[in-house]
């Protein structure tokens, strides 16, 4: 059981028509919902409330970030940003999806662009375990398919993932690495690609699967502290 | 300019009609005509000779080994197999090429089955650069298309690449990590996909300029020896 | 609670009165209790048992594989090696310990000459954990300290780990990466190069605690398949 | 011939008599005098001057960036970090030395905190090569000393390297990643360890052989552009 925060920009689900359509109780609910019923403790921040809904208190009590945003990345507020790469640093797991590959807080982590090509189309993609042995990838067939989503192209400008878990191959001709393993700090890092508003992918049963075992393998592992500062020290021998 | 070696089975080529007709001089000749025309030294070793063309005096002139097989597996003698790795670990480059990822070179350096799926369908593959600022990588497209391949499946059994330069589109569905590179001792390694024997792939321009730079990315970089066993020292201090 | 294996060539401690002195019940007696009272369910084997003491029976009861050997590298037969690795293949996690750096399945794991330069003079080891978040470093100091060790210097012939937990510093001026984690097929294996015949090193707590964590973070995760041979397949798509 | 542009706050040096002793020209002068001799056409840029000295003519004819500061991190222009960054990302090589591990360029690229420990006290440093077969390591030996180094100790608060070069060990019982190679984009990064400036460092032939290899090793190889954007895209099947 793992204590999970979604953080949810939430402002196309009650902006427009075509996103409620599809999650009339906001992105977060079917993940929200999916969790829950895994075990997770969950609960959800959104950009209405105070400091984005990333208070100090609710980041203390989060083990894992679970992250959707998609029209307002420049309307984070830098201290927020900070205070999550220091949790990340710290331990905390965090999990961005889809969009929020262009977000503030995972391009600071990254340290690169995070840019790429998309198409808005309805098609088939086919998500491929390469790394059968990934606790992400744990009880998932060697391939499953989403029938509609947003293509995502290569190249991806990311740093080369620690590990790589998932490479997708879309109807059109593309590939994209969607899922990649980070740390930084004492946290891990699980960027995972699918995902859009208008497509119904967060219904996806293995989607669910997927972000379960990503939870779970994203938690905190240790207590040990990351410094931040350089400290002056005496000989250790 | 580099030196290289191209060591072929050479089997198909003589015994199947269908082989013959799309490599009527061996598939080391257009790889051959190729790396030379791009300026470097090339020889060409098969199986039918001493030692399957790898003797101790063409190893030793040899900076990088291009290799095709993919019917005798099991017919090359370890002590050769022995001699490879070996320079290998001294700083030879080695660039086993698709049915190669299967033989006892490849698989004694990887230390993994390096097993995968495939289907001989002449699809068609796209291959897309993940890795743009590779050197094997420059002057390329960002994706590339081989009109008539054999497919190969992930998951692909093998370590995960320390850089991985292409992942391949398939039409029938499926993806592959086709330009992976890996260091063993001093030796660097590029193991590219693409490649069959009665489809002309390797007269394919894009396939020599990925050759071509490959053959540059593996030439040795140091005369550093790489020790074999374990030796009494004195303190370095 | 993991099913471990300790694996012990057994062959020192009966024959040599100053190995004896320091493990008279075998190297294996107090990492086998250690690992017990950590709650791991814990058998050993040794190489004078049928089939060195690995029957496919035992291996399959295996989740983690504990092993030392230094004299008899090439005593082991390849049917054992070749079953060891296909176990690994398969998730088994493998816990190489400081001779076994030169033992047959771990060089074959690795593809590399795994050699290395030594010094046997009873001298001072401080281990830095340089992966704070890594979960073999949990719950352990920054640093930590065997007082009397074999020395064992770089240049370490391995590949290049897939993560570094620990680096040594050794009193006659050399260093060492003594923890280094790598992934073969779906299993986990943990180089950990502490450890000697006439040194008590496998008596210290804080190296329990290490491989405690260790046999924890190498239990399999996964009961997907790696597949060992080729196979033909239809479209996915 | 590579294009370097080193890059120097050049504040202690003068202000401060024991660093003007040991640095009467500048740090920047016997790095710059050292790559020259080599071959390299070298330009000096510094603090005083407009941008700090990166205006963007500077950097358009900079291939490698050589980079140390000290005491005035905070004092770097966000819009200059800005501009580093996005030349590293086109393919600008890039060599953070010593202190410049806690600088704004450094930090953005990394995505972590990039703290370490620290004690100025003239102490031994030998550093070992830990990858022998890399480009930065070519010419040198197994291990060399440098006689009065300012220690730097683990953990250094880094994402792991894609190549570790050097492993350096202290007199006091410490040890560093002392030599990191990384990419961001297109743009290769080694961070290297050794420097001070009251410590004569730079004055040793055996470091100016190390920045020579680097600089070599992080020049462009690519003109492939690295997207800042996201595209839309047609299918390219």
Chains 1, 2, 3, 4 share one sequence.
Request: aromatic share 10%; net charge negative; glycine share 6%.
């Amino acid at each position: 059981m793992v204590s999970v925060t979604i953080w949810n920009e939430y402002i196309q689900e009650r902006a427009e028509d075509d996103v409620d359509a599809v999650y009339p109780d906001g992105i977060h609910a079917p993940i929200r919902d999916a969790l829950a019923a895994a075990g997770h403790e969950v609960r959800v921040a959104t950009y209405a409330e105070p400091d984005h809904g990333l208070t100090p208190d609710v980041l203390d009590e989060t083990e894992v970030l679970v992250y959707w945003e998609h029209r307002a990345h420049d309307h984070v507020d830098d201290a927020v940003v900070d205070r999550i790469c220091e949790r990340v640093y710290d331990g905390m797991g965090f999990i961005p999806l889809h969009s929020a590959h262009f977000s503030k807080p995972f391009k600071r982590l990254m340290g690169t662009p995070c840019s790429l090509d998309y198409r808005e189309s309805a098609e088939r993609e086919r998500l491929w375990t390469v790394d059968t042995g990934h606790p992400i990838a744990d009880g998932l067939d060697e391939s499953f398919v989403l029938p509609e989503t947003e293509m995502y192209s290569e190249p991806f400008a990311v740093p080369e993932p620690d590990r790589l878990v998932f490479v997708s191959w879309f109807e059109g001709g593309e590939v994209f690495r969607s899922g990649c393993c980070y740390r930084r700090g004492n946290g891990r890092i699980f960027y995972f690609r699918p995902g859009h508003e208008t497509y119904p992918v967060y219904e996806e049963p293995v989607v669910h699967e997927v972000l379960d075992n990503a939870v779970r393998w994203a938690a905190p592992r240790t207590d040990a502290p990351v410094a931040r500062d350089n400290s002056a020290v005496e000989p250790a021998e």
